[in-house]
């Protein structure tokens, strides 16, 4: 189904073989865009044992406000999403199975003890994500910059 119009337009998406990448350009696709794509072949909340990844998101959210004003005299608006655990992606496998092991649980265990903490009470799909990246891409979005949107069924991001 057809949602948003965006013909005309042309989006470069990044990461585009793995899977919020990846359904982020079939929305943009389905929705008119003409897509070019690259790939290799908490910025919120802090996660214990992620100083790391939490430190490289918190710099994203400050990078997209920057961005955002240095771009905002050539009419480019510049947004970041954040996502909870997104299911079947890349980063969930990798960090799931990490879980598993540092948990001793299987893994839907520790699904449900993640959900159990999501007030809408499932995990994020790429789907989920798509729609967002989607709409805030297109014109009715036009007046939004510098804005970093949470995706996460109504719990702050990735605090596990
Ligand atoms: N999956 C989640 O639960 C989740 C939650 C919150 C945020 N995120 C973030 O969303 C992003 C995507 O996550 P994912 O789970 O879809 O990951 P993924 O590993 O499934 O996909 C990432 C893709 O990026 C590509 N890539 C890596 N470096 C690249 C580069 N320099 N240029 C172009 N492509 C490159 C990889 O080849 C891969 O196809 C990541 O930044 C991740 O931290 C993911």
Redesign the pocket.
Known sequence: MKILDFSGKTALI??????????VAQQLIEDGATVVI?????GKTGSALMSH?CA??GA?ISFTQALAYELADYNINVNC???????N???????SAGYTVNLQMPKDEVVKKFTAKIPLKR??T?QD?AAVTASLASAGADYMTGQSVNITGGRE??NL
Do not use: E, H, Q, R
Not at 14 to 23: C, E, V
Not at 81 to 87: A, E, F, G
């Open positions: 990044t990461g585009a073989a793995g899977a919020i990448g990846k359904a690259t790939d290799l072949k908490s990844y490289a998101k994203i999403v954040c996502p909870d655990i997104t299911d992606s890349g980063v969930w496998t990798n960090v995990l994020a790429v994500v991001c990735i």
